[in-house]
């Protein structure tokens, strides 16, 4: 009797430790398979500086061009450019400063130290789930999610510095297909009504492999104008002048 109280007892204790992994996976088992389907941590780290080109037309036919830089720990820099003028960010290690004629001014407006911390995780080309542990990050698992059909998994990652944001990725292909952030970011870079507590989607799709064998996606929605860029230019670890693109005056 008590070698079968012992059996039953051995049984249960198991089917308790093994019941979490069997109806789900962990947030680091999740984004270790993000990075895998991107090539790797390594492939993706060997990124110091990324160029993407891409345009997006409104329901009303405009036509909007987008240019974006990031350069490792020195650089993030996007320019919007559409029928009543340019949208710029630029985000350096110290400051930041935006231009949008939309809000009625034609000079760049210096950001605040909130605003900055926001957005200066975007200088990074590799993103902020590849070395989250290291850059002093927090990941959790807030369950599932889904998106245009597709279940994803919802990771949100708590920085040391900066706002929390969360991806939802796939949980087929485990490539992330949105990112939501508090601030109010226009298209990843700019803030739109002032608003800090304001959420904005960004979602990704199409992904691709670059001929050097790095992937992106390839069409990005962005929340503050409700339609989507196609990708048509990324060029990788090319010569970028960080000195000019971070002067406010360009």
């Not at 919802?154 to 939802?168: D, E, H, M, N, V």
């Not at 601030?183 to 799709?205: K, L, P, Q, T, Y």
Request: one cysteine or more; a positive charge.
């Amino acid at each position: 009797m008590n070698k079968l109280k012992s059996i039953v007892l051995s049984c249960a204790s198991f089917l308790l430790i093994a019941a979490p992994r069997a109806h789900g996976q962990t947030a680091e088992e999740i984004v270790a398979k993000h990075i895998a389907a991107l090539g790797g941590k390594e492939k993706i780290e060997s990124v110091h500086s990324l160029y993407q080109e891409g345009v997006a037309v409104t329901q009303n036919g405009t036509e909007i061009n987008i240019k974006t830089w990031k350069v490792k720990d020195k650089l993030y820099r996007q320019e919007i450019s559409f029928g009543m003028g340019n949208i710029v960010v630029i985000v350096t290690p110290q400051k930041g400063w935006s231009l949008n004629p939309r809000s009625g001014s034609n000079s760049y407006t210096q950001m605040s130290d909130e605003q900055l911390k926001a957005l200066q995780p975007q200088m990074d080309p590799s993103g902020p789930l590849v070395d989250y542990a290291a850059q002093g990050s927090k990941i959790e698992l807030l369950g599932k999610d889904t998106i245009g059909g597709k279940e994803c998994y919802k990771i949100r990652l708590t920085p040391s510095t900066g706002q929390p944001a969360t991806f939802s990725i796939d949980a087929q292909n485990w490539y992330v297909l949105r990112e939501t952030r508090k601030g109010g970011m226009m298209g990843g870079g700019g803030r739109r009504g002032g608003n800090a507590d304001a959420e904005m989607n960004i979602d990704f799709g199409d992904y691709q492999k670059t001929a050097d064998g790095y992937t992106f996606p390839y069409t990005i929605l962005m929340g503050s104008f409700g339609t989507k860029m196609n990708v048509e230019k990324v060029d990788v670890n090319k010569d970028v002048d960080v000195a000019a693109l971070s002067k406010p005056s360009n």
